[in-house]
């Protein structure tokens, strides 16, 4: 894809470095978020991001005056200065790259890569159809929390340190220090430019107004050749690309180095690679770019995506492993903040789904080793036990072998907005996709032992004739709700589609599938996911916008997900025979939308969420690992060819 990007063009391009940082923009060039910038490097891998170079103004002087090639947006909406006028065509493939005209028929080329297990971002600038010119960069400093904003102030340092070839900036001794070496010569011109206007945080409620510092500039004869230039963080390791030796600076050697690794692997293979980071000695899934750290309800689910069909059993045993070892009164934390606090245990579904994940992973993997297996497996008996026997917030076996949780102020399941005090979706007592992750792990931990076979006997027993509701047609959302027996919640929420056989064989008569499977269908079904609640309902909101609590309020009231695609479809697969017809229908009815949206956000991903309403625009994280890794488990799991016709489950 290559074509000429608008001056609103929204489509935003990522590039990972496998340690939690990145760099990030949109293909005009404009920066719309906070969270747009050249060098965001984690400095806990992969958490403590810092945003440390925003942005490079570029200019080229064919003899004629300099011409801008890059924009900006400055508050309160001017954009200056034009390069985006100049702005011919841009392409996310190998890397971002942008082509510019020139007003006398010259062009001059833009790319840039991030490579892997490095904070570093390799830059290049190619002439074409002029003998000569002279290239003027200016990196612009941000030094900053990723989430936060700079304003100009006497702390920040713009002095500058020369050592041989390469160029040092520590403008603030809280954050890491820049590395630049270039191709062209610097000069030190320190400069502030003030008010820069990040228009995406403005529509969603947030500070969006930055200053940024410049040190000075680079500027580059193209007599020479392409112009180069990296930048690195200093992290206490050293770079992996050859910053500090004497020899000259070639990116052309780099470029060619990175293209062909890029070419052994498809544009969707490297988006999945994205989301796998170093966590410690071990690995671990970032959950979504920009703003999403590894959490553990994400990483289990998209695991099943992003690493098993794929083939990467031994990194999806190395994260479950590193996991393993946080199993406390029978529950793994789903979060691991930023600044190094304790681990969030506030989930009910994310022990669940790690079993869920070890299951798949020891039906996949044969490069484990013994010793790595009964690890995986003590972790799943603790889990089972614990939430057998009762853990924290009123997690526990009911006597009807479901699995009850919750308590007032808490928001345990995936549907987990909460703004203060309020909780938006509280689903307290016994939640309908709990109950199929619960059952699912009994069906596999009854290896370990009778009383877990027995107990997943009883809730077997106990699930239809508790959730199904003969009067609407498919199953509560709740049972037992603020655990008041027999109180029900009868909202049309897509949570059911795990008992209705995405999660495997379904937990209902097979009538009583396709019934619910069909209400959902048309109730809930989206181009982009499920819509979390029905328009019917007087509470859904359609649009997922605004300020930060109109759009938690949205959240799970009406708001679509494109990561609920994989389970609705592999039940309705399953529903129909699993047969090679009904996954061509699925292909063409459910996936190819997701397919499209490949190109329309986040380039090469899919978002997080989008509006209920149409013509559901895309919202939320648009790099979401979840959503991307459905979509690649349909591809290579679920709607994969089959050998033999399927039975019906």
Known sequence: MSERPELGDAREWLEADGLGGFASGTASGLRTRRYHGLLCAARTPPTGRALLVAAVEAWVDLGRGPRALTSHRYDPGVTHP??????????????????????????????????????????????????????????LLAARDAHALRREGAGFDLSTRLEGASVRWRPDPAWPGIVARASGRFRHEPLWYRSFLYEVERARGYDHVEDLGAPGVFEHDFARGP??????????????????????????????????????????????????????????????????????????????????????TRAAADILLAWAEHVSEGMLPNRFPDQGDAPEFNSVDASLWFVVAVEETLGAARELAPAEQRQLEAAVRAILSGYAGGTRFGIRADED?????????????????KVGDEVMTPRVGKPVEIQALWLRALA?????????????????????????????????????????????????????????????????????????????????????????LAPSDARYRGRYAGAPLERDRAYHQGTAWPWLTGPFVEA??????????????????????????????????????????????????????WSLG???????????PSAEPARRS
């Not at 308590?407 to 345990?412: F, V």
């Open 401 to 417: 072998g479901l699995l009850a949780c919750g308590e007032p102020g808490l928001q345990l399941t995936w549907m987990d907005a």
């Open 630 to 640: 459905e979509y690649l488990r349909l591809e290579r799991r679920v709607l994969a």
């Open 572 to 625: 309705w697969v399953r529903d129909r025979g699993a047969g090679d017809e009904a996954k061509a229908a699925a292909r063409e009815r459910f996936l190819a939308p997701l397919r499209a949206h490949l190109d329309l956000a986040g380039l090469g991903h899919l978002s997080e969420v989008a509006d209920g309403d149409a013509p559901h625009t895309p919202g939320g994280c648009p790099f979401q690992a």
């Open 82 to 139: 034009d390069g985006v006028a100049r702005l011919a065509a841009f392409t996310p493939e190998p890397w971002p790259t942008w082509t510019y005209e020139l007003e006398d028929g010259a062009r001059v080329v833009h790319e840039l890569f991030v490579p892997r297990d490095a904070a570093e971002v390799v830059l290049r600038w190619r002439l074409e159809g002029a003998p000569r010119g002279t290239l003027t960069l200016r990196p």
């Open 227 to 312: 112009a180069g230039l990296v930048l690195a963080a200093e992290l206490g390791e050293a770079p992996v690309l050859p910053l500090f030796d004497g020899a000259p600076l070639d990116v052309g050697d780099l470029f060619e180095r990175e293209r062909e690794r890029r070419v052994r692997t498809s544009a969707l293979e490297r988006a999945a690679e994205a989301y796998l980071v170093r966590r410690g000695r071990g690995r671990s899934l970032i959950a979504g770019y920009p703003w999403f750290t590894d959490w553990g309800r994400d990483t289990f689910i998209a695991l099943r995506g992003l690493l098993l069909a794929r083939g990467e």
């Open 444 to 532: 596999f931990g009854g290896r370990y032992g009778r009383r877990l076979r027995a107990l997943g006997e009883r809730a077997a027993r106990a699930f239809e004739p508790r959730f199904w509701s003969d009067e609407h047609g498919y199953l509560h959302d709740v049972v037992d709700c603020d655990h008041v027996r027999g109180a029900v919640d009868a909202s049309l929420r897509p949570n059911q589609v795990f008992a209705l056989g995405g999660l495997g064989p379904s937990l209902v008569a097979p009538g009583r599938t396709r019934a619910a499977l069909d209400v959902l269908e048309a109730e809930l079904v989206t181009p982009l996911g499920l819509r979390t």
